[in-house]
């Protein structure tokens, strides 16, 4: 295993030790990115430099005896969808190709403050949008499983890099299952907070009501550290929540007593692959063996989520991408003889299709005659889904479910199939459109070598309980532990 592969919690003792530097560590994963970023395509940019004059700073801190934040010398790649100050923000679009961000995001300010290193920009779908990472207008980026899969999307190139040992902690962004789903077809661990718990201040928006930003880790506690780092209120951002963050890596290690976990029947329906359903079997028995009870609940309004989050998040989206107009900032067309040729091609060289499929689908939703078919009832049944939950949460204290339908599919294979592609993310998106958190840990390996994950799904503001449990299972069956076998 690579330095960069340790565990976050190893890393941090050997760095407080002095048995290693966090120049050493910044340097290791340059390294890696170096030896296997050619294939896997988890970054869209580095600057060595400034990561390692980061790294520096951090390590004569230390030596100078003076107080450390709480990721002090540890890397964390950063999804481009994430602003940082005076680095190249591109939301993987040529929309964005020269966008130097004029001011770091709120969880940027944080992870400065924490002493943490910024690695680098990673790869994504364009604005978030896709489900494999095949949207980036500018490369594909690959499981470190196997290189000719997705490492799933939107945040893939996040995932990527820490599967890959590239670095030890990423961010990325969920708004339907973008930190989840990727984290669960290479094997980390992803977590989406509850909607308000991070400032989504500084994030590029998608769809304004579901985005989140979370982390990606080798492991829970890694998980714990890095949302500990981020999480809590921000005025500027008028729905972050303004409540206590507990100290989530403290807790960890305390197994939870009478823990409830429920399975959702409408969460093993056809259409969902045997071993993955088997895997999620599994994990319940490992968890009745430590002493939780299971319980059967139904989401009855579960079947409804894909539909409900096509509708809700173009719409949004369609929205917020108005600002794209070649006026402010972003590609501008250089032909047109007049304002609207401007606005229309500068439009039309800067987004790819999908984004385009996007705002032509949330524009539909929301004009007039097709606003209250559409729109307005689509927010009636997200409702429903919440109240489904709120339902289930009286009952039991978490819900275990699959994270994709599938393990990791080929590049390619459901590209020009979007409804195909919308249709993977049907485990995720239900937690966006209610606003609950959400974690994806190992579970295990497919026949054919292919990670497996499980989701578990936790009421508002719940996400002491859901590491804690998720760390419970991770001590039980240690699939945190193999690491891609990346050759070269
Ligand atoms: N795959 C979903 C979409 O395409 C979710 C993306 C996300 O969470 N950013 O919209």
Redesign the pocket.
Known sequence: MSTPGLPVSELMSRLQSGQLTSVELTQACLEQITRHDSRVGAFLSIEPEKSLEQARQIDQKRSRGEPLGLLAGIPVAIKDVICQKGTVTTCASRMLEKFVAPYDAHVIECLRRADAVLLGKTNM?EF????STENSAYKVSRNPWDLERTPG???GGSAAAVAAQMAPLSLG???????R?PAGLCSVVGLKPTYGRVSRYGLIA?ASS??QIGPFSHDVTGAALLLEAIAGHDSRDSTSVPQAVPAYSQTIDQPLQGLRIGFAREHFAPGLDTEVEQSVREALRVYQKLGATIHEISLPHQKYAVAV?YIV?PSEASSNLARYDGVHYGHRASQFSSMIEMYSASRGEGFGSEVKRRIMLGTYALSAGYYDAYYLKALKVRRLIRNDFDNAFREVDLIATPVNPTPAFKLGELVNDPLA??L??IY??SA?LAGIPGISVQAGFSSGGLPLGLQLLGAPFAEERLLRAARMFERETEWHRRRAPLAG
């Open positions: 779908d978030a949008m896709g489900s999307g939107s945040s962004s969920d708004t339907g299952g973008s930190i789903q998608y579901l985005d989050y998040a592609m919308y993977s993310d995720t998106i966006n």
